[in-house]
């Protein structure tokens, strides 16, 4: 139950491991410093018949090794501590690195919550781990010996009872420790079920109350809480036997040390002292193990979050001297993009999400990718923006080949325009420095009222400085959408990726910012994944796609005059109303 | 607020005082096998004459030492079922009292997670007795049991011995409080900072990309773990200094409880041998409150996460229950006359001044762009707001003084966003009409158009469709809330922007389909996709809160209005997403 790979992280804190173990055994030996002072006195007190006056002396030894005990205790607590914290620390600054190196094309979707709560809680979990039960491995073992070496001399039948039990206890230990494991885990999953089921059930309360079953779900709760609470009480007055037996073990010994040794004083082949002196130290010889029993679930816990924490470490990224070895190699001279035989697999699938396209962009041309889901159009997007890297084939700036190594630095030259912009926590104007973190005020609000957002930006509580993001203020799938189109603006680019919202946005939204758009896309070179025909039709080049693969490309009425896929696209949809015909499709009413 | 929370202790006396009392036992035990182990050996070493006279102690450790193992076992086992009972009792209080809050009042918790959380409250408070009661009840006694023992020897040292032992397992808690609280909540807060700020830059990533600002991220979360570290380090010398002191007094209690008694044996008023038994019983009774600090800690979450709760469910019912009923009736026509309403009194109202009338039979279409207050008209028809002025009338009774049984009895509604319960699909539907036979329930699945793919689902209608569905896709779980609605065989029934997740020509059959299956009842059909709405008897237009336009659709298009601009906007979508090639 050691998990190799963070004893590798632990090398960096090893003195202070050695410190907090050592610590411990110091520990162990005040323990046995204060048995022998504890027994002096009683001894000399009881059959010496000495008084108070005489023992002061082994009084005073006595508190400062007391003193010392609870020294001892309080620092290598705080070792140990530092020792987690430290460990904490460098795999969570390792980890947030990863992540960044991942990207986004793996933390999408679902993962999000998984992956953050790995980082945050995972991490958190290695603490009792760390600064308990690693060194609680080690003491286990180390005191017991020390005991052991005290006590061979003064008594070596307990010394022969201690040796045999010992060893029983781990034993034990793991024999049951399993089968406790896989009870506590039931009982977790139990408990996690209930939970869930409450969940759900809050989360359908309207829907419970849409259908008038709301009241009724109270004996549900109850009904399937008592279930629960039997079942699993069957399993776990099994599962506490186990409990029951290392208790017993270790009392039981204790009962025995002190019965063999009555016997022996009676028999007078062991004296007062020494007897009290083994007696004291019984309960603390089994002392560190049972720690270590108790600790055991920690050390499961911990073991289970380090492999995921691990696991998320180890996932192959392409190239990571990436993020040192950042070159500049783009100047904004660049004349051509070139897509060379690319083809992209993602790892589970069966068919490649892009298969050998080639693609020559020239600059200032202006290129529109149609074609139905899963066509790969925002492959070529992750692609051009270095989030992923193509299995096959090569993508060239001029002859520059595109790699992971320069990807942070091609970015530069990029807008990229997602289908829903993320707006990071903290005000309007920390969203828009975003793309241009040292520019002044006048610049920002220039770049907002190009993309229509300034408006109703100035009408917010506090204009600019109003929060967004979580538990900021809502704002509307259009509002959003242009400021994200004012960073955009800010960014000033030479190169322009955007994946056009699909989404219904109001009218005026819709006006807005297809007026900013045109303005956006003067003398760049852009590359749009179209969902509007006023956008196609502004476009030099449209690139059909369909599975992967690039099947016909040309003008608007060219493509339509093929009779091809273009065709049936557009006239499955608005066909009957022939709206498609127009070269000029009817313009947006912009609303007075 | 302590008396809600033992509220959910007291039904359950019987399983409380056994769990209290075996616990106690365990501790005492353990006193007893280390003071008549003591008295064992102390006893021998005056070498009485035979060994019969050492019977009663070497029983007694023998004893002590199997009754401890079996009196903890016992303890484990009362305490956990205790804690199971409790639980339920939380959730089924929680519920009753959250029941009548729901939707409305909960609204008011803008954030998503409000409900996991209370979950996780609930899942809290379930410790409060097993790590908070318990251990103060158990301390309480051994407390009384350790004076009566030493008192056999003498009153003061079992005054002192319980005096020391208040002033540890109180003092030094309060002293960790005193020391840490603050730091505490600065922890708290950092690191609830730290999490968001990691969330929000994952879920950000793509446009931090993009913008190349992975380094300043990266370095701004180092920062803030940094923060959290040096603030934990702090935290980790108060922990240490706990368990310091506890170790102190523990030891320090047998200290001076000796320097009392030796003087007592001078005079001969204890036996030499009972200064065993003193020393192992002062060491051996700090069991009791070692668990002390860390009850106080869980009883300050205990009460954080019931002070949480007890503000959720802190509210009056957003609607007044009725007690009208629309017994027989059918056919009732809605009529709605200068609505007005607003979400809270000191927001803009969603909805001003509306009126249209459904007669029975009728279908009518709503649209509109987002913020419209579209799904306000549902929200008040559902019966989970009262509107603030104008009426809403179904069959002639005011809305308002309608029972919500009767009235959901004549509105059934398809959310926008469904809920699916982790179940089969099945039971699901079967909310609607428990009693519904099985040709019903697969009859309203093919009106949804959800029968052919429940039909491909591994286990057909008994799937388990997951938590909140997750195995299903968006639009297989509007449509199974558009079943559900049919199912429920109501005079109205609504859709609330059904169709988000279909593609316009599913989008069109399943309406014409609807349509058609509901030909003698009363629909209102909400959208802001302007798909096959040729078939409707009205179509209400509406924007920022007003009806902008009522007429068919060949009306509205003829008008150049609002609806005549959103037709031609979705003129100008290619959807090449949605076709089927």
Known sequence: ?592 | MIRTLFRFITPHKIELSWATLLGVLTVASNIGLLATSGYLIASAALRPSTVLLLWVPIVGVRFFGIARAVFRYGERYFSHDLTFRILSNIRVWFYDRLEPLAPARLNAFQSGDVLSSAVSDVDTMQDFYLRSVAPTLIAVLVMVIVYGLLSIFDYRLGLIQVLILLVSGVGIPALTYWLGNRLGTEIVKIRSEFSADLVDSIQGMSDILAFSQEQNVIERLSGRQRMLVNKQMKMASIGGLTGGLMTFFNHFSMWILLLIAIPLVQMGKISGVDLTVIAQTALASFEAILPLPIAFQYLGRSFASMRHLLNMIDAKPAVTNGDMHLGEQTSPELVINHLSFHYDSDRAPVIKDISFTVPYGTHIAIVGPSGAGKSSIVQILSKFYDYDSGSVRLGDIELRSLSTESAHQQIAVAPQSPHLFNTSVKENLQLANPDAPFEEIQNACAVALADDFVQKLPEKYDTFVGEQGYKLSGGERQRLAIARAILANTAISIFDEPTSGLDALTEEQLLHSVHRALENKSMIWITHRLTGLEVMDEIIVMNHGLIEEKGTHEELLQQNGLYRQMWNIQQQMIRPSEIAI
């Open chain 1, 1 to 592: 139950m050691i998990s190799k790979r963070i004893f590798a992280q632990i090398r960096e804190v090893r003195l202070l491991l050695a410190l907090t173990v050592g610590l411990g055994l110091a520990g162990g030996l005040v323990t046995i410093f204060e048995a022998s002072f504890l027994s002096r006195i009683v001894n000399r007190a009881f059959l010496g018949h000495a008084p108070l006056s005489r023992l002061i002396g082994l009084f005073v030894w006595l508190l400062v090794a007391i003193a010392l005990r609870a020294l001892v205790g309080w620092f290598s607590e705080v070792f140990a501590l530092r020792v987690a914290l430290k460990v904490k620390e460098s795999l969570r600054d390792q980890l947030i690195r990863r992540l960044f190196q991942l990207g986004p094309i793996y933390l999408r979707g679902e993962r999000t919550g998984e992956v953050a709560s790995t980082v945050i809680e995972g991490i958190e979990s290695l603490e009792v781990y760390l600064a308990r039960y690693i060194p609680q491995i080690a003491l286990s073992a180390l005191v017991p010996l020390t005991i052991l070496a005290f006590v061979i001399p003064n008594d070596w039948v307990t010394a022969i009872i201690f040796v045999v039990t010992w060893p029983l206890i781990p034993y034990f230990m793991m024999l049951i420790g399993r089968q406790a494991e896989k009870q506590s885990k039931k009982q977790f999953r139990t408990l996690s079920h209930l939970s869930a089921h409450f969940l759900d059930v809050l989360q359908g309360i309207s829907t419970l109350k849409l259908f008038h079953r709301s009241r009724y779900q109270l004996q549900v709760i109850r009904r399937i809480s008592n279930q629960y609470r039997k079942t699993t009480m069957d399993t776990l007055r099994v599962a506490f036997l186990s409990a029951l037996a290392l208790e017993l073990l270790t009392t039981l010994s204790t009962a025995i040390v002190a019965v063999f040794i009555g016997l022996r004083l009676i028999a007078g082949t062991m004296n007062f002292q020494d007897a009290f002196f083994v007696l004291l130290l019984a309960p603390e010889f089994y002392l560190p193990i049972r720690l270590l029993g108790t600790q055991f679930h920690a050390g499961m816990n911990g073991v289970m979050a380090a492999d995921r924490i691990f696991e998320l470490l180890d996932v192959p990224v392409q190239s990571i001297e990436g993020n040192h070895a950042e070159r500049e190699v783009f100047e904004t001279e660049w004349e051509t993009i070139q897509f060379d035989h690319v083809t992209y697999s993602y790892r589970e699938a069966e068919y490649p999400a892009l298969s050998e396209l080639d693609l020559k962009i020239h600059r200032g041309e202006k290129v529109a990718l149609v074609g139905p889901t899963g066509a790969g159009k925002s492959t070529i997007m992750n692609l051009l923006l270095g989030l992923m890297t193509a299995t096959d084939g090569i993508i060239r700036i001029d002859s520059q080949p595109l790699t992971p190594s320069i990807a942070a630095s091609w970015r530069k030259q990029i807008t990229y325009l997602p289908q829903h912009p993320h707006l990071l926590k903290g005000t309007i104007a920390d969203n828009l420095r975003l793309a241009s973190p040292e520019c002044s005020f006048e610049i920002m609000i220039e770049a907002a009222r190009k993309a229509g957002a300034h408006d109703f930006i100035s009408q917010l509580p506090y204009g600019y400085d109003t929060m967004v993001g979580e538990n900021g203020v809502g704002l509307s799938g259009g509002q959003i959408q242009r400021i994200a189109l004012a960073r955009a603006f800010l960014k000033d680019s030479p190169l322009i990726l955007l994946d056009e919202p699909t989404a219904n946005l109001d009218p005026e939204s819709e006006m807005w910012i297809e007026q900013a758009l045109r303005d956006l896309f003067k003398e760049k070179t852009v590359l749009v994944i179209a969902h509007r025909l006023s956008t196609i039709s502004r476009m030099d080049r449209i690139l059909v796609l369909n599975e992967g693969k690039m099947i016909d490309q040309g003008h608007h009425t060219e493509l339509l005059s093929r009779k091809g896929l273009y065709h049936k696209m557009l006239t499955t949809y608005v066909g009957e109303r022939g709206n498609y015909r127009d070269q000029n499709p009817v313009p947006i009413h912009h609303p007075s």
